[in-house]
């Protein structure tokens, strides 16, 4: 480029911007993107007038007017050039009505673009970086790294000068907070003061880059990206686990794993060979997406969306690029076809999860995740087990086993009475019934009694009864049996009907005597059968109720029982069935006499492979299957055998039972799986799932490179591709969002979009340079961290003076430090912190710390596990917030109301608004008023013993900084006031320090203690403590 | 710069130095209601004008400058409220004819069914109002102001379940991370309220509970504008606005010690740094403090005359009653909020619908007649829009088993009925007319697009010129889609 222009980079104010020769990528390109893309882009089905103006090849050919757009290095004679200039507005192009317009000076930047002969270069984000000398130092500016000489020389062009660095307790505190989301303690501004070396500051930043909290504060900002929440996200909303995900993110910062590593691990660890577990959990990332379970939907649009999402989040992360907008058409702006959409689809559109998520804990596929603790318990028991297994194994072969009966008949099966209630309600059994207190038992003599030490009465005005359900043991209906309960009339008061009513699940079993007046009156039939007339009064009278008779055939299984009268009063007692008389002990010694028994007599404890064996006739078993009786017998009825085999089947039993408590207790976690067959993929007419178009098979946008040549047409090429040294976009959209983390901006603005539509960068060589210096240093995160926070750039102070606010109001040239509120974790984790409160444990599963009531039940599904929220307390309320449960229908407020994304799509970039709102937050959470009433014991306790003391140690605990003397003055001022106010009245004070479940020293005094409350509140709410400046 | 492709990110610098003329409340208010009315003291703003908003927006004169939403999720039947079918009586129990059917998809609710069998409804249905629009018995009082109301037979969607049905007529995308309507006219048109939030949502209890459907964030969501846009829900219990009380033990005297104190040393720090974000800070400070009054004073309801109350029913007292939430959207109104949105659930009929659907009518049907009477008595609702309605519709086949008397419907997105009143909407007409199965539209089709397009249009804006760039591409609320249903307009 030679030809030399007032360019305005669009994302700098003017009065910034030198002259500097015409660049088509950076000065062209982006206003043909703009303005005529939309219709001459590469979307060639909606393309006007067949001229396409994304490739200069279209932009010169003749059209069918004969016109030609372009006509290098002529005008005038350019069709182009001719409609931007028109006045006439049938002619104008862009056209008036479509909301886009030329300026005057783009049109004349186009103009002498043409002029000077319309060179065509490819957007500037889609050739590989390339690392430029950086430029030569500014004589008097302070330089630490080559970043410092890209950004001043772009401000000596400006006319801007660099502010020197700033006070060492900003440096800190500035660092701390972006390093590991949390203030330095005042030991550490202590330590830090106190070092005078030059290597104080790096040394710093490398205890910070070692602390585990950097892998916190880092993770948090990349499940923004991965769209990471706890639940599922549409309809129901249930509950997902998917934590140990974020376990693995945090520890993948702390040890520094290298990015193209971290990349492939978590688009494609599952397809690495012989993937560990962990490798496994990294890819959770694509299992963050929401899913749906909702009644009536149809699988096959849900495979589609998830894919769709994957596509999206997974493009928007490595590549920068707005890929979602070809799922319905060609991209208007980016060269990025239709069906390059749906060859990257077709990677994500073959996993063996289901579309419907079944509400469930865990869809799968997943994997569980134990702890090394657990993993070696696992281990042990399982040995264990196997020895026990072993020696039970060895006893049974060794034992002799006769049938004293084989071969001898066998006598018939006995019946007898079996007691089901008598003075007791059977174990389990809710008592219910007529009245405050149904069930009331009696004595002898002064009542009749017929056995045991009670009976029950009743006395009624018409329809009266007393019952019970819910037996845990229920009552087993064999064939034949009889039900039968004993009752006693009153006769100076008889009742007109008596009535029994049995619940095997429903009530619909019911005998009758006398008048036709109880449940299910008019009936007669099982449901309400009748069975004679009243009983006689004035003894016990057994009543008998044939089972069958009343449809419960054999195999029924009763909970509950009633005792019904019409009217009068009556006695009930002992109740049961008729029915065969358990196995005695010397039957018990013959397998057959067993056999014979079982077969009648169901049990339904028995295992049902050895009741499928018993089903079998003795003389059509296999050998093995009569073995298997045969050992079950020996190991559980023959009473000999059995006190042989007691002791080891106990222990296994326990082995077992702590082997499935373990494994309960084991947490697990979603994660991607590969179809056996793959699914076809297919391009889909405006994203449609029903308009299935050419097939497609899984393939990258090779204009972006070529795919390497041993990369295998799955998940992990396309990771591979993605992690090309020279890819085009992965290292520039990676050290973008770094950038952006620690400067509040990206180079890019729109660290999502490096597309024809997103913005230029601020320092093209400066990103080049990093993206090289990142990808050559073997994609090291920490090393490429530690390169920007050592920077000169970074260590400006960030005081603004007007002229400069005026000069560059975004701060995009960098002529003074970076200053931004910090991010809703970090304001309530600061407040933790200072309050002493904070739990250090790091990772695990999440927890649900203060929200105000009744939140999630005005939007929760009523079948919801997430409809009630249930406030954890003690430690659980004090953890890190990126550790906060999240419902992505409702998420925490107080996160939502400091910008934090709902996280039900994948974000690179938060808002940051100031809002009433969030004064709110600050001045009225509960968890904000405890971390004051927390903070203020810390001040009294360890601040020293006067007033002006304690003051500045609660404010260097909060900015690092010693106060001044007038906020000192200040804050003593309000001290006294608040302290003269709480002495008359201590009950305010009181109140105000109930506020959350932690415990009040009650060593201090109240009154001062709510004086420290006021004051360390009003530090937390100041703008400097909620701003990293 | 262009402020269509405003950043949320700039915004408090932006609207600082925009207007620093009018000081720091200006700014501060830029924020979250847009920039202060030099000489407004509280409520609505004196002349009408908004506060915040985009430069150039309205883009034409407005019929209406708010909107109260009454958003019945669950989806009610129209079969059985407003598209009177007379002809399905003689089909009782009778299949639904493949041809009317003619292979539209249905849910996997009933996908499986092996007959649909045609439901009637048993209810009747009555002419009103001076052009004799037919309502059905269930709605009482509405069929009294039927006249007022322009009735939509021919609304339609193409999502078939809940989630992506509600969050596509709420946000023009059957996929989370779009902003809601509501957000998309705080972001256009701002606030004429100086202390009260531009989007408001009211939840409503069913007989004292909540349930249903379930409802989610991002319906009230500002997807990729700013947060300051999505809407707050005013709450029925505690807190009316989250975290507005102050924390026991501390006096409003104390609380205003603290924040002058805490304005003093945020002013030092200022003259120290120069950050325009602290003046900002400084005035949300003001804001938040001046809610404190000002948010109580909107839920108070003891100024409301006997009249007005027993116009909306007994349940008007009871707070978070779907009667109670027409009577605070109405006073919401009058305070000059943007968009309020009313939601009520359990509108899911699937199975028993005679005996739900009584219920639900029996909540929402006085409220509703009195929010309309109530707004024209003060002669608001020549500039407040109504509407109506759920985010689709049900089948005239039954779904699980049906009698005479008891019938459920599955979901039906191809025809459904919402009605709209008041700003900009020719009162008394019905539009569009359906099949004899209210399964298709037979003519006047308005899809939810054009109906969101038309709820823009009476508030001034263009659909298609309200757009915010993000990941490259300019995006409205109407995606590529949407006509403005003229016939409708007054």
């Not at chain 1, 067993?594 to 009648?600: D, G, L, P, Q």
């Not at chain 2, 037979?153 to 059957?174: F, L, M, R, W």
């Not at chain 2, 919402?418 to 308005?446: H, I, R």
Request: charged share 25%.
């Amino acid at each position: 480029m030679t030809v030399s222009a007032a360019v305005g980079l669009f994302a700098l104010p003017p009065d910034v911007c030198a002259e500097r020769p015409l660049d088509f990528s950076r000065d062209i390109l982006p206003l043909l993107s703009e303005n005529c893309f939309q219709c001459h882009g590469p979307d060639e089905a909606n393309r006007e007038a067949g001229l396409r103006l994304d490739d200069r090849g279209g932009a010169t050919t003749k059209l069918d007017s004969g016109e030609r757009a372009l006509v290098p290095g002529d005008s005038a004679n350019s069709g182009l050039y001719a409609r931007i200039s028109s006045t006439d507005p049938d002619l104008r192009m862009p056209p008036p009505g479509s909301g886009k317009k030329l300026s005057d000076a783009e049109v004349a930047r186009l103009k002498t673009w043409i002029d000077a002969g319309a060179t065509w270069s490819g957007h500037w984000a889609f050739e590989p970086p390339r690392r430029s000398p950086p430029p030569s130092q500014v004589s008097g500016w302070h330089v630490e790294n080559p970043i410092d000489l890209f950004i001043q020389d772009r401000l000596r062009e400006a006319g801007l000068q660099p502010e020197p660095a700033a006070d060492k307790p900003t440096l800190i505190r500035r660092a701390t907070l972006d390093l590991t989301g949390l203030p330095p303690t005042i030991d550490e501004v202590d330590d830090f003061l106190a070092d005078t070396s030059p290597l104080a500051y790096e040394r710093l930043v490398d205890r910070l880059l070692e602390s585990q909290r950097y892998g916190e504060q880092m993770a948090r900002i990349w499940l923004d990206a991965a769209r990471y929440a706890d639940t599922h996200g549409l309809h129901l909303d249930n509950e997902r686990s998917i934590w140990p995900y974020r376990n693995w993110v945090i520890d993948a910062f702390n040890r520094n794993m290298p990015f193209d590593q971290f990349t492939v691990e978590q688009l494609a660890g599952d397809l690495l060979p012989g993937p560990t577990l962990q490798q496994r959990v990294a890819t959770g990332f694509n299992r963050c997406n929401v899913t749906t379970s909702e009644g009536g939907s149809i699988a096959e649009e849900y495979y589609v969306r998830y894919a769709v999402d994957r596509v999206e989040t997974t493009s928007t992360v490595w590549l920068g690029l707005t890929a979602g907008c070809a799922a319905c058409h060609d991209h208007k702006f980016d060269p990025l076809t239709q069906k390059e959409f749906y060859q990257l689809f077709s990677y994500f559109f073959s996993l063996t999860e289901k579309a419907m998520d079944g509400n469930a804990l865990l869809p799968p596929p997943s994997v569980k995740v134990p702890s090394s603790l657990q993993a070696a318990r696992q281990r042990t028991l399982t040995g264990q087990l196997a020895e026990v297994e072993a020696e039970i194994e060895t006893a049974i072969s060794q034992w002799k086993y006769e049938d004293p009966l084989a071969g001898k008949p066998l006598d018939p099966l006995a019946k007898q009475d079996r007691v089901w209630f008598d003075d007791a309600l059977p174990p389990g059994a809710q008592p219910a019934g007529d009245g405050p207190d149904p069930w009331k038992f009696v004595t002898a003599p002064d009542h009749p009694v017929y056995s045991g030490a009670n009976a029950t009465v009743r006395t009624g005005n018409g329809l009266t009864q007393h019952y019970f359900t819910g037996a845990s043991e229920p009552l087993i209906v064999g064939a034949n049996d009889i039900l039968f309960a004993y009752v006693f009339l009153d006769p100076k008061d008889p009742p007109e009907t008596v009535q029994l009513q049995f619940n095997d699940g429903s009530w619909e079993h019911r005998a009758f005597w006398g008048a036709d007046k109880a449940h299910g009156a008019g009936r007669n039939n099982p449901s309400n059968l009748r069975l004679g007339d009243l009983p006689r009064v004035g003894e016990w009278v057994r009543l008998e109720v044939p089972a069958a008779a009343v449809n419960l055939p054999p195999g029924s299984k009763l909970n509950g029982w009633a005792f019904t009268q019409f009217k009068g009063t009556v006695h009930w007692d002992q109740a049961g069935i008729v029915t065969i008389a358990p196995l005695g002990p010397q039957q018990a010694e013959s397998l057959a006499a067993w056999e014979h028994y079982r077969k009648t007599v169901k049990h339904p404890a028995l295992p049902a492979d050895v009741q499928k064996v018993l089903d079998v006739e003795a003389d059509q078993r296999t050998a093995a299957q009569s073995d298997q009786l045969l050992r079950y017998y020996l190991q559980h009825v023959n009473p000999a055998s059995r006190a042989r085999f007691a002791e080891p089947l106990q222990r296994r039993s326990r082995w077992q039972q702590e082997l499935a408590d373990l494994e309960k207790a084991i947490p697990a976690t979603l994660v991607m799986e590969e179809r056996q067959q793959p699914r076809q993929a297919h391009v889909l007419e405006r994203g449609e799932y029903t308009l299935k178009r050419e097939a497609v098979e899984s393939r990258v946008p090779e204009w972006l490179g070529e795919l390497p040549a041993e990369a295998p047409a799955n998940r992990l090429g396309l990771a591979q591709w993605l992690t090309r040294p020279d890819h085009p976009l992965t290292a520039r959209v990676t050290v973008n969002r770094y950038w952006q983390q620690f400067f509040g901006t990206g180079l890019v603005r729109t660290a999502e979009d490096f597309g024809l539509q997103g913005e230029q960068p601020s320092h093209p060589e400066l990103l080049d340079w990093l993206a090289v210096e990142f990808v050559e240093s073997g994609w090291n995160v920490k090393r490429f961290l530690k390169l920007l926070v050592m920077s000169s750039t970074y260590r400006q102070a960030s005081r603004v003076t007007p002229e400069k606010l005026a000069a560059d109001p975004q701060n995009r040239l960098l002529a003074r430090g970076p200053r931004f509120r910090l991010d809703a974790e970090v304001i309530r984790d600061q407040a933790l912190a200072l309050s002493g409160l904070l739990v250090d444990e790091i990772g695990g599963k999440s927890v649900r710390p203060y929200q105000p009531a009744g939140l999630w039940k005005p939007v929760g599904f009523g079948g919801s596990n997430t409809s009630v929220f249930k406030q954890d307390s003690g430690a659980k309320l004090y953890r890190r917030s990126m550790y906060t449960f999240w419902k992505r229908t409702s998420p925490p407020p107080t996160m939502t109301a400091f910008d934090a994304p709902d996280r039900e799509t994948c974000q690179v970039r938060r808002a940051r608004t100031n809002t009433p709102l969030q004064a709110l937050v600050l001045m009225n959470d509960v968890q904000f008023i405890e971390a004051a009433r927390k903070f203020a014991e810390r001040v009294m306790t360890d601040g020293g013993q006067d007033v002006e003391q304690r003051i500045k140690f609660a404010f260097r605990s909060v900015l690092a900084r010693v106060p001044n003397r007038s906020e000192l003055d200040s804050l003593k001022a309000l001290y006294e006031d608040y302290r003269a106010e709480f002495a008359s009245d201590p009950e305010a004070a009181a109140k105000l320090l109930a506020a959350g479940e932690s415990p009040l020293d009650k060593t201090l005094d109240t009154g001062e203690l709510g004086a420290w409350t006021m004051v360390a509140h009003l530090l937390l709410n100041l703008s400097e403590t909620v701003t990293r400046g | 710069m262009n402020p269509l492709r405003d950043s949320a990110l700039i915004e408090t610098r932006r609207h600082f130095f925009g207007r620093a003329a009018t000081g720091i409340g200006a700014a501060a208010l830029g924020s979250l209601l847009g920039a202060e009315l030099p000489g407004a003291t509280s409520g609505a703003a004196a002349n009408g004008a908004s506060m915040g908003g985009l430069a150039g927006l309205p883009h034409f004169a407005p019929r209406a400058k708010r909107i109260i939403y009454l958003f019945m999720s669950g989806a009610p039947s129209q079969l059985d409220m407003w598209d009177y079918k007379p002809k399905m009586q003689d089909w009782f129990d009778k299949d639904l004819p493949d041809s009317v059917r003619n292979g539209q998809r249905i849910t996997t609710m009933t996908s499986g069914q092996k007959r649909f069998p045609i439901a009637p409804s048993i209810f009747k249905f009555a002419r009103h109002g001076q052009h004799g629009a037919w309502v059905s018995e269930l709605l009482p009082h509405t069929a009294g102001v039927v006249d007022d109301l322009a009735v939509i037979k021919t609304v339609n969607t193409e999502a078939i379940n809940h989630d992506p049905a509600i969050t596509y007529i709420q946000t023009g995308s059957q996929l989370p991370g779009r902003p809601s309507t509501g957000a998309w006219l705080s972001y256009g048109l701002g606030s004429l309220n100086r202390n009260l939030p531009a989007f408001v949502v009211l939840h409503s209890t069913v007989n004292g509970g909540f349930g249903g459907q379930a409802l989610y964030a991002r319906l009230w969501g500002a997807g990729f504008l700013s947060t300051r846009h999505q809407g707050v829900s005013l709450r029925s219990t505690g807190d009316p606005v989250l975290y507005l009380s102050n924390p026991d033990g501390m006096s409003a005297k104390m609380r205003r010690r603290m924040l002058d104190e805490l304005d003093r040393l945020n002013r030092e720090r200022y003259a120290e740094v120069g950050d325009p974000e602290i003046q900002s800070r400084i005035a949300q400070y003001e804001m938040a403090y001046r809610m404190q009054t000002s948010v109580p004073e909107l839920t108070d309801i003891s100024n409301e005359t006997e009249r007005t109350l027993e116009m909306y029913g007994p349940e008007v007292k009871k707070p978070g009653t779907f009667a109670a939430n027409c009577l605070l959207a109405r006073r919401l109104a009058e305070r000059g909020v943007r968009f309020t949105q009313v939601f009520i659930r359990q509108w899911d009929q699937h199975g028993n619908l005679p005996k739900d659907i009584r219920r639900q009518c029996g909540i929402i049907d006085q409220p509703c007649a009195a929010l309309i009477n109530d707004l024209k008595q003060r002669g608001m609702l020549d500039d407040t829009l109504v509407v109506w309605g759920g985010e689709f519709g049900r089948t005239i086949y039954c779904q699980g088993g049906l009698t005479k008397t008891n019938y459920g419907r599955d979901h039906h997105p191809r025809c459904f009925t919402k009605w709209l009143a008041g700003g900009g909407v020719k009162p008394g007409m019905v539009y569009g007319e359906t099949d004899d199965f209210s399964y298709n539209v037979q003519e006047n089709p308005v899809h939810i697009h054009d109906l969101n397009a038309t709820l823009l249009h009476c508030l001034g804006v263009n659909h298609e010129q309200l757009t915010f760039r993000y990941q490259g591409r300019d995006f409205r609320l109407t995606d590529v889609h949407g006509q403005v249903v003229n016939d409708i307009l007054a």
